[in-house]
């Protein structure tokens, strides 16, 4: 799928939660485009922090970690300096600091070079908290995903669940309050709807459903 001989982009925003990456691989699959999660990005560069033991506040140190870093996404795997970190990146601890970590002006400018190239090398399906508003403003389709906040803290709560982590709604839900705050209060690239960006509220909707709309909307 191409626009005069180019990758086409659809860029897809949204909270913590929102069902962003499962929506976002799913359009990819039915249009048979790359799917380049830029959060996973986020959380590589969280990953090596916590591996060499630099604080998420450390912006100094955060900034000179990047100088020699490399993170690359390829069939649906994030490779941190050459090594799948897939599993690594969804821990615990990235998912608590990395909101902190995205919050420097510094990492952001660094991940926003290299999220434009890839989208430009491969056009695709790119996800994220800025991709409309920062990374690609001039994407060929724009959505902002969102729902309600317990119904995001139920949909992560059951996601962890099927994963072997025992959590209740209420707990998650503390978790994403304390996430949209911070994605939305931060100075650089704050989370925010693009000026022509699609808004799709997935409260009461299946995953079907949303990737039926968004699927319609590009095709036109």
């Known amino acids: 799928m191409s626009r005069v001989g180019r990758p086409i982009t659809i860029a897809l925003d949204g909270p913590a939660g929102s069902g962003k990456s499962t929506v976002a691989r799913a359009v990819a699959d039915r249009l048979s485009l790359p799917h380049i999660d830029t959060g996973a990005m986020y959380r590589a560069v969280t990953l090596k922090a916590i591996e060499q033991g630099i604080g998420p506040h450390d ?16 069939d649906g795997k994030v490779f941190l300096d050459g090594r799948d970190v897939s599993v690594e990146v969804r821990g615990g601890p990235v998912t608590a600091s990395v909101s902190h970590v995205a919050a420097h002006a510094p990492v952001r400018q660094w991940l926003v070079e290299r999220q434009r190239r890839l989208a430009g090398e491969r056009g695709g399906v790119v996800e994220g908290r800025d991709i409309t508003t920062v990374v690609l403003p001039d994407a060929d389709f724009k959505f902002f995903l969102t729902a309600a906040p317990r119904e995001r803290a139920r949909r992560r709560a059951a996601e962890l669940a099927a994963e072997g982590v025992p ?3 209420d707990e998650v839900l503390v978790g994403i309050e304390a996430r949209d705050r911070l994605d939305a209060g931060r100075e650089v690239s704050p989370l925010r709807v693009a000026e022509g960006a699609t808004v799709i509220d997935s409260t009461g909707m299946s995953v ?3 990737v039926d709309e ?6 036109g």
């Open 214 to 219: 968004i699927v319609a909307l590009t095709r």
């Open 208 to 210: 079907d459903d949303v």
């Open 59 to 74: 912006g100094g140190e955060l900034r000179a970690l990047l100088d020699g870093t490399d993170i690359d996404l390829r």
């Open 167 to 169: 959590a209740s709604v």
